[in-house]
Structures are given as structure tokens and as C-alpha cells.
């Protein structure tokens, strides 16, 4: 199968083209052989090819992963799958990850946004905003041209951000308090609309080659692309070495990718390669012999072809082996300029690798050495690759764009014009994926030049690389690597820093500790080591790994300043995680400092990062003692923040509003108030969306979803909660897409789909137990327990609800919610005088608290229990309890639609109400709430 057009073109501007352009097709001994033949894996293509024809035709999203050891050829699969794809009217994508192996957020994204849009290092950048802005831009409608364009080229290296920190956004010298991201929930939505508005113009293939070396992101990003857009013509194939089972063990698992590993070339294809790589010109048995000692690995064959006309015997048969061979027999000066490329990584920028040698060798020597290395099929020139089927022409110049630079109407995502992203949202400058100056033809050479630099001049070469991306603002994770490996890890703790601060904007949550272990390991001390600390309990809370971040917090808290930005973060994640933990003697502790600390200096006196991170604090720690059922603990802090709302003082902090109406929506709820507690989450997720806090929005929308469970909206809330569930899923935040699926279970039992209710419980269930949350398992096994009684499995809702009971001894909240379930439960299997007992302890600890979630299944199953028993005056009286209560709650909802849907439409209230007209004790408020609800509902119709 001939090879039509080269993916990778000559970089004809390159010095050295014309010179390599001259090499004749019977170049001699040690110049690399030429060839377009593709053998030996039209199998593979043919299955790849038959994938992304399938996506095409049937809008069913594919996805498949290649695995391949070195120099197997997984690259030049992908270029022919790429070209195949073309041919058949697939438009293909194409990216790589990152060449150093340290996966900087989104590098593998800017790759590919940068080869989409023809974007080469030598564009200045409003050069590169105009290509972004005209590609990016082709499909999408006029109004969302800007803030796509301007979210993705800042994870593609472009910033469009070019004003400093407004005073809207929250926390400029660090992450918003508790862990709120901002860039990483900004690119999922951008790529979303931008691979929508591409994919209504027909079918796209997106080739990721060394994914194993992509980013946490990235990949985040083409899974969502996966999840969320199961019904479209889109095809994901992922090519890299076997470890990438390791690294990424689940990637594509929810798309059941196609898997296909590239096995050694079978003989009669190795011949054929050879044959082509020399062109013919060996004979039968030296063909023979030589493909019996390659193995069927095609880079070790073309190191054989290049040395053909020595004896067999002398040739080397492995990769290493090869590898070794021909670094060995370049020049020195070829073998110096090997050692400094392999020291940056596998594709290297050739500015940098001037000033890595400068002073060793001058412009001259430096381009004749290139010039042997890509002889010798050491290494490779690159040049942005053509996408033939996405351009009209595969040289067409990018036409001038048509949107401006900043638009000219209100922006659509923040309502106030241009986005000011803050300062510690901003990724470094991912250098650009193309053009790419000279790329190792494979990492086993790489790896054997890297091999043979000594001690001291490793040291040096890598301390020049630290300092020359160090002043080109390059990933930051990558100039602290340089100078670890220069002997000089000092230097590496502030790079680390940046670095784990960055990750955690980009949601990549792993990375974000990672890099903070590694600036600890360096030897961060005092205030630095303290932030560093912050950063990983910040990012540990996100992961779910409670006890890992109480301890970093607390830690960081120790090292702090006492009342700055970054302590008062701290000290607010130390004691969410401490109450989650059911630590409350920390959290009131926590309570009291920040209250002394916002008491302690008025409001409008202190920068507004500090207003954000107090204001937040106070929110979120009154809201962990409304949960823990001290609502007395936190009212001073609830009237200081409502005192603030009221006075305005918070109007121009949309993130800490938000959580001041989050706070209030929790207080308006426990207190009974649903329809205030709903009106409140829903402008809190205002609050977040007006910030830009994705995830934050997301939590409050799941919030008011089951705030419309219990009024009874049960379509609104379904359609609410699956939708905010999407998102969970797509931000990657696995405790709010427990809390959605929780109370998706709620509304799945509602409509007797209880296998489907039993299984989103469980799934929320391991997620909590994963985190070690016991609250949030509590609740998880309420809401099985539940499930299963109301499904008949008895047996198994026992056996979940005496384990919640046993939990909830320590978790007022849901304490009487716990034992009112044990009770269904020994009550289906009619043991009711247990049933009574524990119901009873059910009544009592609801007494004491006054009100709870699911009070209405705590009475109703009390008096089923009373009832069963066989004490039917108790039972009644306690029916006419229950009933009244109930018109006392419907009486708090001041809408009459509401107030009839939390009436009749909650199975648990619908049956009080029945049992209570059956047995002729329904309460006269009830009747008159119901009688003035149709009566203003037929006044307003």
C-alpha cells in the first residue's frame, strides 16, 4: 500500500531542506534510507479504518486503543490511518502527548489545537489568536465566537487574557476557598461547544498518539467527549506503548473501546520493508537473514537497511541494540547535540537546543549535526502536519478574522464583557505542538544519548534547561525537574509551587499533589511549605481523601500566617474535612477562629481577596454545623454574612455570594422553609455561574434538585438532577455525582423503578465509603435501606439499616431518618413489637431536633408501626399528629402550585393524608391550606 502524501511535510523554510532534499535514492552507507511503502499492518488499519467509518455512518461515537512497544510503528499507523480516514471524507485531528513525559495540564489539547489551526512557534500571538480565532470560530455561532476561542487558547498556549485580576474574581493569589477551579471546568464546556458545532458539519476521528504520555486533562476532556455525545459521528483512537494500562487502567471504558496491539512484522512483511528501504538492490538470503534478526520490529529493520552491506553477523538485532549502533558511528559533534536534545525531550525546539549549546557549537555546527542525525535516522524534522480534509487545499492560508479581539456585546458567560481570567487560573505557555524542530526517531535513542552523558555534565546541560525554559515561561513542573536533576533542588520548590497550583486550576487533582510532594521533597520550609500544603489538602478534598486533607490543612495552618488569604483557605478546608470526619470539637474550634477573625477588622477595610476567603469560611463552616445539628453555633456567623448580603457589600463578589446563599438556602431548609430553601440554591448557582464556578453551580444545582423531590416537582427535579449529574460526571466531581444519583434514587422509587433506585444508591454508596465520609454513607444507607423495604427485599434493607443506625449515633442529621427505616424494614418482616421500639427512638431523636430530612417517612412508618402492634388509639392520635404537621409545613409554602405538589405528589405525604381521611382524623388545616391553595390558583388563572 503506497504512502500518497507525507503526514509530516519537509519544513521547506528549514536551511537544511535544500540539502536534504539532494539525498539520492542510493544514498550511501550511514544516510537514511527513503521509502513510501506502508507494509505489514494493513490489518490493523483496515479494523481502525472500519471503527471511524462506523462512528460516520451510524452517529454512534467509537473509540479504540493501539498498543505497541518502541519502534513498532504505532506513529506511522496512526499518519496512515489519518490519511485512509481522509480519503473516505473523515476529517481527522490529530495530537500527541507530551514529548518531556511530565504531562503538563492540557499540553496533549495544545498539541492539537495548535496542529488544527496551523499555529507554528515563529506566529506572533495576535498571529495565533487570529488562526484560533478563525478556526475555532468557523462553526460556532457569532456570539459564543470569543469565549470559546479564548478558553481554549489559553490551554493551547494563547492567552486572550490580558487584564490583570478584576475584582469579581475570587482569591487572586490562590485557588477560591474550599478548592472552587476555574480553567479546567472552563475548557470542558469551550471544547463541548466547539466539538458540537464541528461534528453538525460531518464526521471527525481524533488521533492521540503517545497517550500514555498525555495529560490527566486531556484525557478527561476526549472521555467527556465520549460520555456526553454517545449519539454522534465521532471516533477517538488512542495509540501508545503497553504502560499505558498503568497509568490510565479505565481510559474509554464507558465507550468499550476496540483494542488492538501491533505484533512484530510477520517475515514476508519485514523482506518487503526491507526491500523498499533498499530499494531492492539485496539478494534473496541477505533479505532472509536480515529479517530474521530484526525480530519484526520495523525500527530495528531500518537500522539493518541503512547498514546493509556489512556482514549480518555484525549487525545489531534489538532496539537498544540498534539504538546504540547508530548513535555510536555519528560524529562527535552529532553525539554532543544528541546528548543536549535528549536532556530537553523527545521533540525538541531547535531555539532551545541552540542555547543549550551555545558557547560548545556555533549556528553552523549545530545545523550540519542536524543535518547527520537525520541521515543517520537519528532524528527527524517536523513541520506543522497538513490536515487535507479539514482545509480547503492543503496549503490554504488562514483567512483574517472576523471577530475582534475583544467582542463588542456583553459576554455571554459572565455578563460584563471581556473575561478577565484571574492570575492563578493561568497555565504556563504550553509550548506549541508544531512546527516541532527536530523529533527522536525513537525514545530507545534518546534514551542511549541521555545514557551517555557523565555525572557533571548532566548536571550542567540540565541546569541550562532550567534556565532557558525558565526565562521562555515554560511549564513550570518541567523547569523543576531540570533543576532536581542539576543537583539544585532548591530552585525546584518554587516551580513546584506554580506548578501543583496550576494542576489544581485544571482540575487535574492528582497532578496537583503530586507536584506539592515533590516541592516538599526539595525542601520547602516555613510559609512556602504551608502553601504547598494548602494546595494538596485542597486538592485532596476534591478527590475525596477527607483524611489526607484534615491532615495537610492542619499542617499548613502551623506554617501560616495567622488571618492572610492563604491561611483562612486552610484553616476553612481543615474544618470542613475535620466535620466530615465527625471531628466536631475541630470544627467548632475552626468556627471560633474565623469568627474572632472576621470580627476582628471591619469589611470594607481588607482587599478583596481576603472579603472572599472570610465571607467563605464563614459560609461553608456555618453550613458543616448546620449539618451537625448545632444551628445555635452558627448563627453568629450566618447574621454576619446575611448582614453583608443585605448591605451590598457582596454585590461585586459573585463567589462569595453564592456562598452566602448557599448557606441560607441550608438554614431556610432545615428550618422548614422549602420553597426559600429552593429560591435560595437557585440564585447561589447564579452566584457560581456569574463567577464562573462550574463545579460550585453544579453542587447547588443538584441542591435544588432535591429541594423539588421534596416539594413534590419531581419531573422538574428528575430532569435537574440528570442533567446536573452530566456535569458532575464531565467535571469529574465524584461526590456531587454521588449526591445526584442519591437522589435519583429517591425519584426512581417514587415511580417503582426499584432495581434502578437500589443500583444508583449503591454506586453513590462506594463512592462515599471511598472517601470515608461517614455523614454521606449514613445518608447512602438511609436511602437504600429505604429503597430496598419499599421493593420487598427486607432482608437486605435490615441488614443496611442496622449499619446506618450504628453510624448515625454519632451523625445527628440523620439519626431519626436511620431508625425509622430499621423500623420499615423489622416491620415488613413482622417483627412489630421491635419495629414499634425502634420507631419510638425514631420519634424521639426527631424531637429533638425539632425537624429533619424525610420527617414525614419518620411519622407515617411510626404509625405503622403503632399500627401493626395493634395499638390503634396511639396509632391514631399519632396520625392526627402527622397529619397537622404536615398542613403545618404546606402552610410555609406561599405558592399554591408548590404547595399542592409537596402535598399529593410525595408518596409519604400522599399517604398520611389518606390514612388520615380513611380513619376520619384529617386535620381541619390541612383541608383549609388545600381549600385557600385552588382558590388563589383559580384567582390568578
Same mark, same amino acid.
Given at each position: 500500500?503506497?504512502?500518497?502524501?507525507?503526514?509530516?511535510?519537509?519544513?521547506?523554510?528549514?536551511?537544511?531542506?535544500?540539502?536534504?532534499?539532494?539525498?539520492?535514492?542510493?544514498?550511501?552507507?550511514?544516510?537514511?534510507?527513503?521509502?513510501?511503502?506502508?507494509?505489514?499492518?494493513?490489518?490493523?488499519?483496515?479494523?481502525?479504518?472500519?471503527?471511524?467509518?462506523?462512528?460516520?455512518?451510524? *452517529?454512534?461515537?467509537?473509540?479504540?486503543?493501539?498498543?505497541?512497544?518502541?519502534?513498532?510503528?504505532?506513529?506511522?499507523? %496512526?499518519?496512515?490511518?489519518?490519511?485512509?480516514?481522509?480519503?473516505?471524507?473523515?476529517?481527522?485531528?490529530?495530537?500527541?502527548?507530551?514529548?518531556?513525559?511530565?504531562?503538563?495540564?492540557?499540553?496533549?489539547?495544545?498539541?492539537?489545537?495548535?496542529?488544527?489551526?496551523?499555529?507554528?512557534?515563529? #506566529?506572533?500571538?495576535?498571529?495565533?489568536?487570529? /488562526?484560533?480565532?478563525?478556526?475555532?470560530?468557523?462553526?460556532?455561532?457569532?456570539?459564543?465566537?470569543?469565549?470559546?476561542?479564548?478558553?481554549?487558547?489559553?490551554?493551547?498556549?494563547?492567552?486572550?487574557?490580558?487584564?490583570?485580576?478584576? #475584582?469579581?474574581?475570587?482569591?487572586?493569589?490562590?485557588?477560591?476557598?474550599?478548592?472552587?477551579?476555574?480553567?479546567?471546568?472552563? %475548557?470542558?464546556?469551550?471544547?463541548?461547544?466547539?466539538?458540537?458545532?464541528?461534528?453538525?458539519?460531518?464526521?471527525?476521528?481524533?488521533?492521540?498518539?503517545?497517550?500514555?504520555?498525555?495529560?490527566?486533562?486531556?484525557?478527561?476532556?476526549?472521555?467527556?467527549?465520549?460520555?456526553?455525545?454517545?449519539?454522534?459521528?465521532?471516533?477517538?483512537?488512542?495509540?501508545?506503548?503497553?504502560?499505558?494500562?498503568?497509568?490510565?487502567? *479505565?481510559?474509554?471504558?464507558?465507550?468499550?473501546?476496540?483494542?488492538?496491539?501491533?505484533?512484530?512484522?510477520?517475515?514476508?512483511?519485514?523482506?518487503?520493508?526491507? /526491500?523498499?528501504?533498499?530499494?531492492? =538492490?539485496?539478494?534473496?538470503?541477505?533479505?532472509?537473514?536480515?529479517?530474521? /534478526?530484526?525480530?519484526?520490529?520495523?525500527?530495528?529493520?531500518?537500522?539493518?537497511?541503512?547498514?546493509?552491506?556489512?556482514?549480518?553477523?555484525?549487525?545489531?538485532?534489538?532496539?537498544?541494540?540498534?539504538?546504540?549502533?547508530?548513535?555510536?558511528?555519528?560524529?562527535?559533534?552529532?553525539?554532543?547535540?544528541?546528548?543536549?536534545?535528549?536532556?530537553?525531550?523527545?521533540?525538541?525546539?531547535?531555539?532551545?537546543?541552540?542555547?543549550?549549546?551555545?558557547?560548545?557549537?556555533?549556528?553552523?555546527?549545530?545545523?550540519?549535526?542536524?543535518?547527520?542525525?537525520? /541521515?543517520?535516522?537519528?532524528?527527524?524534522?517536523?513541520?506543522?502536519?497538513?490536515?487535507?480534509?479539514?482545509?480547503?487545499?492543503?496549503?490554504?492560508?488562514?483567512?483574517?478574522?472576523?471577530?475582534?479581539?475583544?467582542?463588542?456585546?456583553?459576554?455571554?458567560?459572565?455578563?460584563?464583557?471581556?473575561?478577565?481570567?484571574?492570575?492563578?487560573?493561568?497555565?504556563?505557555?504550553?509550548?506549541?505542538?508544531?512546527?516541532?524542530?527536530?523529533?527522536?526517531?525513537?525514545?530507545?535513542?534518546?534514551?542511549?544519548?541521555? %545514557?551517555?552523558?557523565?555525572?557533571?555534565?548532566?548536571?550542567?546541560?540540565?541546569?541550562?534547561?532550567?534556565?532557558?525554559?525558565?526565562?521562555?515561561?515554560?511549564?513550570?513542573?518541567?523547569?523543576?525537574?531540570?533543576?532536581?536533576?542539576?543537583?539544585?533542588?532548591?530552585?525546584?520548590?518554587?516551580?513546584?509551587?506554580?506548578?501543583?497550583?496550576?494542576?489544581?486550576?485544571?482540575?487535574?487533582?492528582?497532578?496537583?499533589?503530586?507536584? !506539592?510532594?515533590?516541592?516538599? *521533597?526539595?525542601?520547602?520550609?516555613?510559609?512556602?511549605?504551608?502553601?504547598?500544603?494548602?494546595?494538596?489538602?485542597?486538592?485532596?478534598?476534591?478527590?475525596?481523601?477527607?483524611?489526607?486533607?484534615?491532615?495537610?490543612?492542619?499542617?499548613?495552618?502551623?506554617?501560616? *500566617?495567622?488571618?492572610?488569604?492563604?491561611?483562612?483557605?486552610?484553616?476553612?478546608?481543615?474544618?470542613?474535612?475535620?466535620?466530615?470526619?465527625?471531628?466536631?470539637?475541630?470544627?467548632?474550634?475552626?468556627?471560633?477562629?474565623?469568627?474572632?477573625?472576621?470580627?476582628?477588622?471591619?469589611?470594607?477595610?481588607?482587599?478583596?481577596?481576603?472579603?472572599?476567603?472570610?465571607?467563605?469560611?464563614?459560609?461553608?463552616?456555618?453550613?458543616?454545623?448546620?449539618?451537625?445539628?448545632?444551628?445555635?453555633?452558627?448563627?453568629?456567623?450566618?447574621?454576619?454574612?446575611?448582614?453583608?448580603?443585605?448591605?451590598?457589600?457582596?454585590?461585586?463578589?459573585?463567589?462569595?455570594?453564592?456562598?452566602?446563599?448557599?448557606?441560607?438556602?441550608?438554614?431556610?431548609?432545615?428550618?422548614?422553609?422549602?420553597?426559600?430553601?429552593?429560591?435560595?440554591?437557585?440564585?447561589?448557582?447564579?452566584?457560581?455561574?456569574?463567577?464562573?464556578?462550574?463545579?460550585? %453551580?453544579?453542587?447547588?444545582?443538584?441542591?435544588?434538585?432535591?429541594?423539588?423531590?421534596?416539594?413534590?416537582?419531581?419531573?422538574?427535579?428528575?430532569?435537574?438532577?440528570?442533567?446536573?449529574?452530566?456535569?458532575?460526571?464531565?467535571?469529574?466531581?465524584?461526590?456531587?455525582?454521588?449526591?445526584?444519583?442519591?437522589?435519583?434514587?429517591?425519584?426512581?422509587?417514587?415511580?417503582?423503578?426499584?432495581?434502578?433506585?437500589?443500583?444508583?444508591?449503591?454506586?453513590?454508596?462506594?463512592?462515599?465509603?471511598?472517601?470515608?465520609?461517614?455523614?454521606?454513607?449514613?445518608?447512602?444507607?438511609?436511602?437504600?435501606?429505604?429503597?430496598?423495604?419499599?421493593?420487598?427485599?427486607?432482608?437486605?434493607?435490615?441488614?443496611?439499616?442496622?449499619?446506618?443506625?450504628?453510624?448515625?449515633?454519632?451523625?445527628?442529621?440523620?439519626?431519626?431518618?436511620?431508625?425509622?427505616?430499621?423500623?420499615?424494614?423489622?416491620?415488613?418482616?413482622?417483627?412489630?413489637?421491635?419495629?414499634?421500639?425502634?420507631?419510638?427512638?425514631?420519634?424521639?431523636?426527631?424531637?429533638?431536633?425539632?425537624?429533619?430530612?424525610?420527617?414525614?417517612?419518620? =411519622?407515617?412508618?411510626?404509625?405503622?408501626?403503632?399500627?401493626?402492634?395493634?395499638?390503634?388509639?396511639?396509632? =391514631?392520635?399519632?396520625?392526627?399528629?402527622?397529619?397537622?404537621?404536615?398542613?403545618?409545613?404546606?402552610?410555609?409554602?406561599?405558592?399554591?402550585?408548590?404547595?399542592?405538589?409537596?402535598?399529593?405528589?410525595?408518596?409519604?405525604?400522599?399517604?398520611?393524608?389518606?390514612?388520615?381521611?380513611?380513619?376520619?382524623?384529617?386535620?381541619? !388545616?390541612?383541608?383549609?391550606?388545600?381549600?385557600?391553595?385552588?382558590?388563589?390558583?383559580?384567582?390568578?388563572?
Amino acid at each position: 500500500m503506497g504512502r500518497r502524501t507525507p503526514f509530516y511535510l519537509p519544513a521547506t523554510t528549514s536551511p537544511l531542506f535544500a540539502t536534504l532534499s539532494k539525498v539520492s535514492a542510493g544514498s550511501t552507507q550511514g544516510s537514511r534510507p527513503k521509502s513510501d511503502t506502508f507494509v505489514g499492518r494493513q490489518n490493523e488499519v483496515t479494523s481502525l479504518l472500519a471503527l471511524v467509518t462506523a462512528a460516520a455512518t451510524t *452517529s454512534l461515537a467509537k473509540a479504540a486503543i493501539v498498543l505497541g512497544s518502541a519502534g513498532i510503528g504505532k506513529s506511522r499507523v %496512526a499518519r496512515e490511518l489519518a490519511l485512509q480516514a481522509a480519503e473516505h471524507g473523515i476529517r481527522t485531528w490529530m495530537g500527541r502527548g507530551d514529548p518531556s513525559g511530565r504531562r503538563p495540564p492540557f499540553s496533549a489539547l495544545g498539541d492539537l489545537l495548535n496542529r488544527l489551526c496551523h499555529i507554528t512557534k515563529d #506566529d506572533t500571538r495576535d498571529r495565533r489568536r487570529e /488562526k484560533l480565532r478563525e478556526r475555532i470560530g468557523r462553526n460556532l455561532p457569532a456570539d459564543t465566537v470569543w469565549e470559546t476561542t479564548a478558553i481554549l487558547g489559553e490551554a493551547a498556549g494563547t492567552s486572550f487574557f490580558d487584564g490583570g485580576v478584576d #475584582d469579581s474574581s475570587p482569591a487572586p493569589g490562590g485557588p477560591n476557598p474550599g478548592g472552587s477551579v476555574l480553567l479546567g471546568d472552563l %475548557a470542558l464546556r469551550a471544547w463541548d461547544e466547539f466539538l458540537t458545532a464541528e461534528l453538525s458539519q460531518g464526521p471527525l476521528a481524533i488521533i492521540l498518539d503517545d497517550a500514555d504520555r498525555a495529560d490527566i486533562p486531556t484525557i478527561r476532556l476526549l472521555e467527556s467527549s465520549l460520555r456526553n455525545g454517545p449519539n454522534r459521528p465521532l471516533a477517538v483512537v488512542a495509540f501508545s506503548r503497553p504502560t499505558l494500562s498503568k497509568i490510565y487502567p *479505565s481510559l474509554f471504558a464507558e465507550a468499550r473501546p476496540l483494542q488492538l496491539t501491533l505484533s512484530e512484522l510477520s517475515p514476508i512483511a519485514s523482506k518487503e520493508l526491507l /526491500k523498499a528501504l533498499t530499494h531492492d =538492490r539485496l539478494t534473496s538470503t541477505t533479505l532472509d537473514a536480515l529479517a530474521e /534478526k530484526a525480530g519484526g520490529n520495523p525500527f530495528v529493520l531500518e537500522g539493518l537497511a541503512m547498514n546493509a552491506d556489512a556482514p549480518v553477523t555484525d549487525l545489531p538485532a534489538t532496539v537498544a541494540g540498534a539504538a546504540t549502533a547508530r548513535f555510536n558511528a555519528a560524529s562527535s559533534d552529532t553525539r554532543r547535540l544528541l546528548r543536549a536534545a535528549s536532556v530537553l525531550g523527545d521533540v525538541v525546539s531547535r531555539a532551545d537546543l541552540a542555547a543549550l549549546l551555545a558557547g560548545s557549537m556555533d549556528e553552523t555546527a549545530i545545523e550540519l549535526a542536524i543535518e547527520d542525525a537525520c /541521515k543517520r535516522d537519528l532524528l527527524e524534522l517536523r513541520a506543522t502536519p497538513v490536515q487535507r480534509s479539514d482545509v480547503s487545499g492543503a496549503h490554504s492560508a488562514v483567512q483574517p478574522a472576523s471577530v475582534p479581539l475583544v467582542p463588542s456585546s456583553p459576554n455571554r458567560w459572565t455578563g460584563n464583557g471581556p473575561v478577565s481570567l484571574p492570575a492563578w487560573a493561568q497555565l504556563p505557555n504550553i509550548a506549541p505542538g508544531a512546527p516541532l524542530d527536530v523529533a527522536f526517531r525513537s525514545a530507545s535513542v534518546r534514551e542511549r544519548a541521555y %545514557a551517555s552523558l557523565n555525572e557533571e555534565d548532566r548536571a550542567r546541560v540540565h541546569l541550562l534547561a532550567a534556565r532557558r525554559l525558565g526565562s521562555a515561561d515554560r511549564d513550570a513542573a518541567t523547569i523543576a525537574h531540570h533543576y532536581e536533576q542539576a543537583g539544585q533542588p532548591q530552585m525546584a520548590i518554587e516551580p513546584y509551587r506554580l506548578a501543583s497550583l496550576r494542576a489544581l486550576a485544571a482540575n487535574d487533582f492528582e497532578g496537583a499533589v503530586n507536584r !506539592s510532594l515533590q516541592a516538599e *521533597s526539595c525542601g520547602a520550609t516555613g510559609p512556602t511549605l504551608g502553601e504547598v500544603l494548602r494546595i494538596r489538602a485542597d486538592a485532596s478534598l476534591w478527590m475525596g481523601k477527607t483524611a489526607e486533607a484534615e491532615s495537610a490543612a492542619q499542617k499548613a495552618m502551623g506554617l501560616l *500566617s495567622p488571618g492572610n488569604v492563604s491561611w483562612v483557605q486552610a484553616a476553612t478546608v481543615y474544618a470542613v474535612a475535620a466535620a466530615r470526619l465527625g471531628n466536631f470539637d475541630a470544627l467548632l474550634a475552626g468556627a471560633r477562629d474565623i469568627e474572632l477573625l472576621a470580627a476582628a477588622t471591619p469589611f470594607s477595610t481588607i482587599e478583596p481577596p481576603l472579603r472572599v476567603a472570610q465571607v467563605v469560611a464563614m459560609a461553608r463552616l456555618s453550613v458543616a454545623l448546620l449539618h451537625a445539628g448545632d444551628p445555635t453555633s452558627a448563627e453568629p456567623m450566618l447574621g454576619r454574612i446575611h448582614a453583608l448580603r443585605v448591605a451590598g457589600a457582596l454585590a461585586d463578589l459573585p463567589f462569595a455570594l453564592g456562598h452566602t446563599h448557599r448557606a441560607h438556602a441550608i438554614k431556610s431548609h432545615i428550618q422548614g422553609n422549602l420553597l426559600a430553601a429552593l429560591t435560595s440554591f437557585a440564585a447561589a448557582a447564579g452566584s457560581f455561574e456569574r463567577a464562573r464556578a462550574l463545579r460550585d %453551580a453544579c453542587v447547588d444545582h443538584i441542591n435544588a434538585g432535591f429541594l423539588e423531590c421534596e416539594l413534590g416537582r419531581n419531573e422538574d427535579a428528575e430532569k435537574r438532577l440528570t442533567a446536573a449529574q452530566t456535569t458532575a460526571s464531565r467535571l469529574g466531581l465524584p461526590t456531587a455525582s454521588a449526591n445526584a444519583q442519591l437522589n435519583l434514587c429517591l425519584l426512581m422509587g417514587r415511580r417503582n423503578a426499584f432495581v434502578a433506585a437500589a443500583s444508583m444508591a449503591e454506586t453513590a454508596l462506594a463512592i462515599y465509603e471511598r472517601q470515608a465520609s461517614a455523614r454521606t454513607i449514613t445518608g447512602a444507607l438511609v436511602y437504600l435501606s429505604r429503597t430496598l423495604v419499599e421493593s420487598g427485599a427486607a432482608k437486605l434493607a435490615l441488614e443496611r439499616a442496622e449499619r446506618a443506625t450504628r453510624l448515625a449515633d454519632e451523625i445527628l442529621p440523620y439519626r431519626a431518618y436511620a431508625y425509622a427505616t430499621l423500623a420499615a424494614a423489622l416491620r415488613s418482616l413482622g417483627r412489630s413489637a421491635e419495629a414499634l421500639t425502634t420507631a419510638e427512638t425514631a420519634m424521639s431523636h426527631l424531637r429533638d431536633l425539632g425537624t429533619e430530612e424525610g420527617e414525614a417517612y419518620i =411519622r407515617l412508618t411510626h404509625v405503622e408501626a403503632l399500627h401493626s402492634a395493634g395499638r390503634t388509639e396511639a396509632a =391514631r392520635a399519632a396520625l392526627f399528629e402527622a397529619d397537622a404537621r404536615l398542613s403545618t409545613r404546606a402552610g410555609q409554602i406561599s405558592d399554591p402550585s408548590y404547595r399542592e405538589s409537596f402535598l399529593q405528589n410525595v408518596p409519604e405525604h400522599a399517604k398520611t393524608i389518606a390514612l388520615a381521611e380513611s380513619l376520619g382524623v384529617g386535620s381541619t !388545616s390541612r383541608a383549609t391550606t388545600l381549600l385557600a391553595s385552588q382558590m388563589e390558583r383559580a384567582r390568578r388563572s
